[in-house]
């Protein structure tokens, strides 16, 4: 059985090139793609319209409220997000409650994940035991259980021995390690970052500094242990250089930018509006384009959502008191594609960042569009303009910051190993 | 005269000729005020609330007796022992007193941004009695009509205002006003309660007092909370005292007929030297207090009428 797809724009993140072409999917793999003529076949034949053919989004770093929080999201409410944003793998964040810190747990979460979601959802786990920064959870059996990466999400570990034996214990078994850097004692009780924009506000603001030393401490441990670390999201011009200096001294570093990050900046809060209250908060302008160029140069290897569903009773509060985080899985390629339409990153580019880069960092099989690999892949129009109205989003949380906003770019079709999950003829 | 506001959550969306309506009116209250029969009835039949979610003596006193003058229905609750203590969030507060249908709702909550949220979700106008460390404009505005009474203008001044300018909307709100307005504005502290980035304002800053009063026209202190005092921002009272309290001394660096402010409540001998605060050559603390009911009657009035226009 296979689909011919024909008459497509192939963007290929690996070779660095988007030539019209066709790709040839049998057995739920990738068979073959070309430019030239396409080949004849007895399958099933879709004429792409001369719209993109991707590799699906990789989303590291998303929020499903389970276990714990189902109303704010569902295993199978962000998989219909997911298919319909033209991502075909979530990977999740272990900040659930309880966290997800023991093999069972992650067991749980795999077979509900796979019942539910129609795309492809891998766990991560905490590093820490509660995520209370004390002592390691089973990295090891955790790892065997099907966690792709260990990470205590927006808590950063602030004992530095603790973290330590976590870095050299943590090397041994080649498991990744996700950090969020982040110097604890500056940014306490923070809402946004420190400028102009708060002080007129009146908000509680900690410095983009904060980053850089949270940053600076993590690469100093990395050296001293060779652990695997990704940083997961660098939001700040001053933090550039401390990742550079850390890819010159050879470390295995590897870095993430979120899409709220690269494309608002903390003007956007404007009159105290909660769904722009992030973590790390917005930056100035300066340092938003600082990181779109890092991401451009490669300096900064992915871009994803962090997906993080907020109930309007958490949001509908004075900003200090509300919940920080924002909805992304429908939004990030459309928000992305604002990048690409501005003339900043390349289509290319973009699917570097957020289908092969993340792929290839926790040895996923999918982000490419090469010969064997899953046929993980979206089919998308990027001009096509809308609106985005909120309550037109399929997660159960409708917290996102471009609500009303014009945006460009639609999802026509999405298939995770050659089952269509989202436009015409999907399954449900 | 145009004012055309539907609440007055702040100084930051009000124009000039707006502030100078506000203080114009005010102008006349404060004559009346100082009447024996002090009563008017530009909002008779009104219905004013007071939502204090912090605790407040001078301001919800001044606001509650600027409604009584004014002849409106009065109530005052004090929101710390009421439903909020059993979990009520903000809105629902909000909506529960808007169906009783007030026609003003005065506002004070610890959280910048409070009282913007809040008033989105009613349909009375909403005034900003202070909201956590945003602005505090009627306060701004008392400052504003007693510096254009005592110096006969308001525009050409030079301003410093000195002490804790991180965590008060007393100078975010002044900053503003002061500026609008077209006055020199100096801020003068130590650099652990500047916030930054606060020079893009407009305003000259300075860590060294006496250097910063040299020649204004008007001398504005501010509180400094005791919990700030010890070690967290400054490390001691008497230190604060003796480089930031203003003495005798130091504001011998101003001008020569430049007049003392304080917003209330004063901390002698720690921000302000007491026999200076009692100074009424050089003090005008007390004409402040006066005035702020005065600017509160004119504030209410100005947004009744809008009030009036909107339900015709």
Redesign the interface.
């Known amino acids: 059985m296979t689909t011919l797809f024909l008459n497509a724009r192939l963007i290929d993140p690996e070779a660095d090139t988007a030539p019209p072409g066709w790709l040839l999917i049998r057995g739920g793999r990738i068979a073959a793609t070309g430019t030239d003529a396409p080949p004849d076949t007895d399958g099933a034949r879709i004429d792409c319209g001369g719209h993109c053919l991707a590799p699906g989004i990789v989303d590291v770093g998303v929020k499903i409220g389970e276990p714990g929080e189902r109303h704010k999201e569902s295993f199978r409410s962000a998989g219909l997000a997911a298919a319909a944003g033209g991502v075909t793998t979530i990977v999740t964040r272990p900040d659930t409650t309880p966290a997800l810190d023991t093999p069972e747990a992650v067991a749980f979460v795999l077979r509900r994940a796979n019942e539910a979601a129609p795309v492809n959802i891998r766990p991560m786990a905490a590093l820490t035991r509660g995520r209370e920064g004390r002592e390691m959870t089973e990295i090891g059996f955790l790892t065997d259980a099907g966690a792709v990466g260990f990470t205590d999400c927006d808590r950063v570990v602030a004992d530095t021995r603790v973290f330590a034996r976590a870095l050299s214990y943590a090397r041994a078994t080649g498991a990744l390690i996700m950090a969020h850097p982040q110097e604890p004692g500056l940014s306490r009780g923070a809402a946004v970052t420190a400028g102009r924009f708060a002080s007129l506000k009146g908000l509680p603001a900690v410095s983009a500094v904060a980053e850089r030393m949270g940053l600076e401490r993590d690469m100093a441990l990395i050296g001293m242990t060779g652990a695997r670390y990704h940083a997961d999201c660098i939001s700040a011009a001053c933090a550039l250089p401390v990742l550079e200096r850390a890819r010159a001294d050879g470390l295995d570093v590897t870095a993430g930018a979120s899409i709220h990050h690269l494309t608002l900046n903390a003007q956007d809060v404007g009159d105290y509006r909660t769904f722009f209250k992030l973590k790390p908060p917005l930056r100035e302008e300066d340092d938003r384009q600082a990181v779109v160029g890092a991401v451009a140069s490669g300096l900064i290897d992915m871009i994803s959502s962090f997906h993080t569903p907020q109930d309007e009773e958490s949001k509908r509060l004075p900003f200090g008191e509300a919940a920080s985080g924002a909805v992304g899985l429908e939004t990030l390629l459309p928000a992305a594609l604002r990048l690409w339409h501005s003339g900043d990153l390349s289509l290319t580019q973009l699917f570097r960042a957020m289908s092969l880069a993340p792929a290839r960092r926790l040895n996923l099989p999918g982000g490419r569009l090469s010969r064997g690999a899953p046929a993980d892949l979206v089919l998308f129009d990027p001009d096509v303009p809308f609106v985005l109205d909120r309550f037109a989003l399929r997660s159960k949380s409708k917290n996102t910051p471009f609500d009303g906003q014009r945006m460009q770019g639609r999802v026509i079709r999405t298939l995770v190993a050659g089952r269509t999950v989202y436009g015409r003829g999907a399954a449900r | 005269m145009t004012f055309r506001q539907r609440h007055l959550l702040g100084i ?1 969306g009000l124009a000039p000729d707006e502030i100078t309506a506000i203080l114009d009116l005010a102008d006349s209250y404060a004559a009346l005020n100082r009447r024996e029969r002090k009563h008017s009835n530009a909002l008779s039949g009104l219905t004013q609330i007071n939502m204090f979610f912090e605790t407040s003596t001078r301001t919800q006193a001044s606001f509650e007796l600027a409604g009584k003058r004014l002849g409106a229905d009065v109530m005052s609750m004090a929101m710390q022992a009421s439903s909020v203590r059993k979990g009520e ?3 629902d507060t909000a909506l529960t007193l808007n169906a009783m249908n007030p026609d003003l709702l005065v506002v004070r ?1 610890p ?4 009282v ?2 809040l008033a989105q979700k009613v349909n009375c106008a909403v005034l900003n009695a202070g ?5 505090h404009p009627t306060q701004a505005l008392l400052d504003a009509m007693t510096i254009r009474r005592r110096k006969g203008r308001l525009h050409r001044l030079s301003v410093a205002i000195c002490g804790d300018i991180a965590h008060s ?1 007393v100078a ?1 709100s002044n900053l503003l006003l002061l500026g609008r307005m077209g006055n020199r504005v100096r801020l003068i502290g130590p650099p652990t309660l500047m ?4 020079a ?2 407009g305003a000259e800053v300075f860590d060294d007092m006496r250097e910063g009063l040299k020649g204004v026209d008007v001398v504005m202190m501010l509180r400094l909370q005791k919990e700030r005092m010890d070690g967290g921002f400054v490390p001691s009272e008497r230190e604060y005292h003796h480089r930031y309290g203003l003495d005798a001394d130091k504001l011998a660096h101003a001008g020569p007929d430049a007049i003392v402010m304080h917003p209330g409540p004063m901390n002698r001998g720690v921000e302000i030297d007491g026999a200076l605060a009692d100074d009424l050559s050089r003090s005008v603390i007390q004409e402040q207090v006066e005035m702020g009911v005065a600017v509160r009657m004119a504030a209410m009035e100005l947004l009744a009428r809008n009030l009036a226009k909107t339900s015709e």
Do not use: K
């Open positions: 930051e969030t903000l809105i909550h959280h910048s941004g409070a913007d949220l909201d956590g460390q945003h602005e909307r975010r916030p930054a980035g606060i893009e304002f």
